[in-house]
């Protein structure tokens, strides 16, 4: 069984720039969750998603974004890049029926230059 | 709000000894607490959770945590700490009674020496 895949592993932008980062969760999974793991800082809650819907958001501006598609997987998208969204972007899934078990993938290395 | 600490940024242990890591937490209602291990360049792993019943929980690769509601810590441990146990441990909680969102703390990164 596939796990958590992220896409793409390394993303370099500028300034500026928009980013779009990936997740596909486990097969049966509905529940999709983005952390940031930024140097020094733990893991810092991003975004739920559950059946399509945000369920809850983390204490990052509007330019934090994303969505969950009918296949559930999920997009991360970082508008207006600054030096300090430079991070390791990880995504979780969970089954609906067990919440509270997260299944992590390997992450986005998201550099801003 | 809840939140959860994990004070000790790092912890050396030499290999053989038991090692402790070290968790405390605050919710306003019934805590789900849970540890997660991250190896390098990896996603994190789940380790065992505590919800409710027994205060000792075991886990994956020969770890438990025990769960004191009075102190409201939940520290890691194993008897035997092996080079391989090497990792960034996270402590993470849920309050029930809120919106179910899981907080982590900042990790802890275990040394085993040889």
């Known amino acids: 069984e596939a796990g958590v895949t992220q896409s793409p592993t390394h993303l370099i932008k500028t300034r500026g720039q928009q980013a779009t980062l990936r997740c596909s969760p486990i097969?049966?999974?509905?529940?999709v969750y983005w952390y940031q793991q930024a140097l020094g800082l733990g893991l810092q809650f991003l975004l739920w998603?559950?059946?399509?819907?945000?369920?809850n958001r983390g204490n990052f501006p509007p330019r934090f974004s994303g969505r969950q598609f009918p296949n559930y997987s999920s997009e991360l998208n970082v508008n207006a890049l600054e030096l300090e969204d430079s991070a390791l972007y990880l995504c979780?899934?969970?089954?609906?029926?067990?919440?509270?078990?997260?299944?992590f993938g390997a992450g986005t290395r998201l550099s801003v230059l | 709000a809840q939140s959860v600490a994990q004070p000790e940024d790092q912890v050396n242990v030499a290999e053989g000894n038991p090692l402790t890591v070290k968790c405390t937490y605050s919710?306003?209602?019934?805590?789900?607490l849970f540890w997660y291990v991250q190896y390098p360049n990896r996603g994190l792993q789940f380790l065992l959770k505590?919800?409710?019943?027994?205060?000792l929980v075991k886990g994956s690769y020969g770890f438990e945590a025990e769960f004191n509601k009075s102190q409201t810590s939940f520290h890691l441990k194993k008897p035997s700490a092996l080079v391989s146990d090497s990792a960034l441990y996270f402590c993470?909680?849920?309050?029930?009674?809120?919106?179910?969102?899981?907080?982590f703390g900042k990790g802890t990164r275990l040394h085993i020496l040889p």
């Open positions: 993470a909680v849920r309050d029930r009674r809120r919106d179910d969102k899981i907080i």
């Open positions: 998603y559950d059946e399509g819907e945000e369920r």
């Open positions: 979780a899934s969970s089954m609906d029926a067990h919440p509270d078990i997260q299944y």
């Open positions: 919710v306003s209602g019934n805590p789900y």
């Open positions: 505590y919800i409710t019943g027994d205060n």
């Open positions: 097969s049966g999974h509905t529940s």
